[in-house]
T-cell receptor
Framework: QKEVEQDPGPLSVPEGAIVSLNCTYS??????FMWYRQYSRKGPELLMY????GNKEDGRFTAQVDKSSKYISLFIRDSQPSDSATYLC???????????FGTGTSLTVIP | GAGVSQSPSNKVTEKGKDVELRCDPI?????LYWYRQSLGQGLEFLIY????????KSGLPSDRFSAERTGGSVSTLTIQRTQQEDSAVYLC????????????????FGPGTRLTVL
């Protein structure tokens, strides 16, 4: 079983839709949860960062962590064509420096 | 200043040849990571450098892979006797510090080197 599972998609939505991206994980020691956005032929860039459980909002983006279910989500409101990219979840334990990434979900927002 | 840079951006090589991939981290970043990204496989951790400490090599897939970081800055990932399964995008990331995975340790990624082994 992989440490982090993420549905690869692809996901295609019309402009303005609400997008929900999800990851599940198996290691209860994970404390830090991140979402990265990766445009084609580019390196990933950090989008959202959350520590432990709860919600975090930044503009049109909301990150949600449910540690009891080992489930994290990223919501994108009023999706735009510029949001078209691959979204990767990542997580890490309290100690150690290894980040565990999901396989990424490919998102296309259609104008 | 500039972000993380990697070279070459693309590398095509023949099976059995050695390749060297280069990473220039953000100036002042003490931590440096190498990852491999294959289609449908996500990012696979390879190796991690922190300052002058011994590197964490736990992710290297075989002894054909090695990496060094000279002067705490530039890093080179070397793959000897390349195989077709080595074909992937190799990503480098750096972060400011790494006493632990806090937001201050946000990893900044380079654009990657796309390696194709024929």
């Amino acid at each position: 079983q992989k440490e982090v599972e993420q549905d690869p998609g692809p996901l295609s939505v019309p402009e303005g839709a609400i997008v929900s991206l999800n990851c599940t994980y198996s290691n209860s020691a994970f404390q830090y949860f991140m979402w990265y956005r990766q445009y084609s032929r580019k390196g990933p860039e950090l989008l959202m960062y959350t520590y432990s459980s709860g919600n975090k909002e930044d503009g049109r983006f909301t990150a949600q962590v449910d540690k009891s279910s080992k489930y994290i989500s990223l919501f994108i409101r009023d999706s735009q064509p510029s949001d078209s990219a691959t979204y990767l979840c990542a997580m890490s334990r309290w100690t150690g420096n290894q980040f565990y990434f999901g396989t990424g979900t490919s998102l296309t927002v259609i104008p | 200043g500039a972000g993380v840079s990697q070279s070459p951006s693309n590398k095509v090589t023949e099976k059995g040849k050695d390749v060297e991939l280069r990473c220039d981290p953000i100036s002042g970043h003490t931590a440096l990571y190498w990852y491999r990204q294959s289609l449908g496989q996500g990012l696979e951790f390879l190796i991690y450098f922190q300052g002058n400490s011994a590197p964490d090599k736990s992710g290297l897939p075989s002894d054909r892979f090695s990496a060094e970081r000279t002067g705490g800055s530039v890093s080179t990932l070397t793959i000897q006797r390349t195989q077709q399964e080595d074909s992937a995008v190799y990503l480098c990331a750096s972060s400011l510090s790494s006493g632990g995975p806090t937001q201050a340790d946000t990893q900044y990624f380079g654009p990657g080197t796309r390696l194709t082994v024929l």
